[in-house]
């Protein structure tokens, strides 16, 4: 399974930003995608996770409202939609995934980990 997440830059407090990640490898359609962030010093942490199959989603508090996670079955993509962001948004995101569909916050659940995107918060 490889994952390839784009979509980072910078952007001005307030402002919005999609980060995507492509898919490939897979033979089975049960599986959970996550994203996660990191910066520098910290532990990486849960953004936000969608269940490939039934499209159950969960989201850590600090996104709740301002974040949306999404899938595209033809593009077999996952996307991560980010409004209203806040300096503290910035990080390094993370795109990953794990077998089956219980949907899961610990970086240790995913086993598959694309490589980071950089977004920038900061006017």
């Known amino acids: 399974v490889q994952l390839q997440a784009s979509g980072g830059g910078l952007v001005r407090p307030g402002g919005s930003l999609n980060l995507s990640c492509g898919v490939s490898?897979?033979?089975?359609?049960?599986?959970?995608m996550g994203w996660f962030r990191q910066t520098p010093g910290k532990e990486r942490e849960f953004v936000a996770g969608?269940?490939?199959?039934?499209?159950?989603?969960s989201y850590a508090d600090s996104v709740k409202g301002r974040f949306a996670i999404s899938r595209d079955y033809l593009k077999d993509t996952v996307s991560l939609q980010m409004n209203s962001l806040k300096p503290e948004d910035t990080a390094v995101y993370y795109c990953?995934?794990?077998?089956?569909?219980?949907?899961?916050?610990?970086?240790?659940?995913?086993?598959?980990w694309g490589q980071g995107t950089l977004v920038t918060v900061s006017s």
């Open positions: 990953a995934s794990r077998e089956g569909r219980l949907l899961r916050s610990g970086v240790r659940e995913y086993i598959w």
């Open positions: 490898g897979r033979t089975s359609t049960n599986y959970v």
């Open positions: 969608i269940s490939w199959r039934e499209g159950s989603k």
